[in-house]
């Protein structure tokens, strides 16, 4: 156990922050509108997930540098900063929701005011990302994932018709209307996110920094096979655990939810308040204390993240191993993102409303980034005698063309 906890890193992190607060809306929203008739979009994109993290952290392996340096490096400024920008926006309305989503539901496990408990996650987060060596952080982020449990707990306090589930899953009866696919791209949206390509590919980079033994598989080729193994084990296993969440989430709303005719949730809050006299309080306390762990493991995930993309633009120094002021403007950008997603909860835009349509949101911009990305990695330049397998390339490509086609056909039918 102790051999398998240690080759769970990045990969495990990454899965585990894709079910934050706003994709816990997301999957809430499918199950409560579709009942189980959507469970089959977490059965396919757990394959091209699995592909497509392991083309971005295998880059990050061999070449010792984030997606953005690798970017900046091989394409167009132009090309670069619409990626980065795109991807700073998205993030910074997804830490808002997150943290909004987080205050919701530890008011409602113990009340006092939600704005006020916003604040405290915000900061701790921030406090965490910003004083906590490496090694540390990512220990009790590693332990944070089992946050996710809850929703595995969930589904086994309620009833559940697991037929109906297994027809969800292999032969599903819904009407491929605009309002279906369009809460089919922010279920996408929301497994397959851009800021997961620039996590996991910066962490490998951290894992090479954190070690001085260790250096980039394109400058030190010797020990490519365990890493890129350990990579391979990583990403199948975290991806795995994240769809599986992701299945659970839908199946126990759909169960109650839209089983009684509630259709409509907006956050993941509304979605636990909504299960209490549904499910009883067992549930709706497991659901919420979900939403409150896995929102502090995202938020360092979304911020740091954009931190990492915005750094390598700007060829500054990045690392959550550094020093405070050995990287101002790394750590600059995380309490922008941070405490800027706070803000937001402030001010007249609402960030929850806006939580579904930036799962949507992140299905677009996804498709242009995974475009560069399979480019770079088949790219000799880049990635030296490391190029991506044909197996793996096959994949990419079938990720990025599956999600290309689901943003078409949803723009087709808007």
Do not use: C
Request: proline share 4%.
């Amino acid at each position: 156990m102790r051999g398998w906890y240690r080759k769970l890193g990045p990969g495990l992190i990454t899965g585990a922050a894709d079910d934050d607060p706003s994709g816990i809306a997301t999957y809430s929203q499918a199950g409560a509108q579709f009942g189980y008739q959507l469970g089959w979009t977490i059965a396919l994109t757990y394959p091209l997930m699995v592909g497509i993290q392991m083309v971005s952290a295998r880059m990050g392996r061999v070449t010792g540098h984030g997606l953005a340096s690798n970017i900046r490096r091989h394409f167009p400024r132009p090309v670069l900063y619409a990626i980065v920008t795109m991807l700073v926006i998205a993030n910074t309305i997804n830490v808002a929701a997150d943290i909004a989503a987080m205050g919701e539901a530890l008011q409602l496990v113990v009340g006092g005011p939600e704005h006020g408990h916003a604040i405290v996650f915000g900061v701790v987060s921030l406090l965490l990302q910003v004083f906590l060596p490496y090694r540390r952080y990512v220990g009790y982020l590693k332990w944070l994932t089992l946050a996710l449990l809850a929703y595995v707990a969930v589904v086994f306090v309620i009833a559940i018709p697991w037929r109906e589930v297994l027809v969800g899953l292999v032969w599903p009866r819904v009407a491929l209307t605009a309002q279906t696919l369009t809460v089919i791209v922010a279920v996408f949206g929301t497994t397959i996110s851009p800021y997961l390509f620039f996590w996991q590919a910066a962490q490998e980079v951290e894992e090479i920094n954190a070690d001085p033994q260790a250096f980039a598989l394109a400058k030190a080729p010797e020990g490519a096979r365990e890493h890129l193994h350990r990579i391979k084990i990583d990403t199948y296993v975290g991806m795995g655990f994240s769809n599986l969440i992701a299945l659970f989430i839908i199946v126990s709303t759909a169960a109650t939810l839209h089983a009684a005719g509630i259709t409509d949730i907006a956050t993941s809050a509304q979605a636990a308040e909504a299960l209490r006299p549904l499910a009883g309080d067992g549930a709706f306390l497991l659901f919420s204390l979900g939403i409150i762990g896995t929102g502090l493991l995202a938020v360092p995930v979304l911020a740091g993240s954009a931190a990492y993309a915005v750094a390598e633009t700007f060829e500054w120094k990045a690392g959550l191993d550094l020093k405070l002021l050995e990287a101002r403007e790394f750590y600059a950008i995380i309490a922008l993102a941070t405490l800027g997603g706070v803000a937001l909860d402030f001010t007249p835009i609402d960030p929850i409303k806006a939580l579904f349509w930036s799962a949507v949101l992140n299905g677009v911009i996804a498709v242009p980034i995974m475009v560069v990305m399979m480019l770079l990695a088949d790219d000799p330049k880049v990635m030296g005698t490391f190029t991506v397998t044909r197996r793996l390339k096959a994949l990419g490509w079938l990720a990025t063309w599956t999600m290309a086609a689901a943003v078409v056909a949803m723009l087709a039918t808007a």
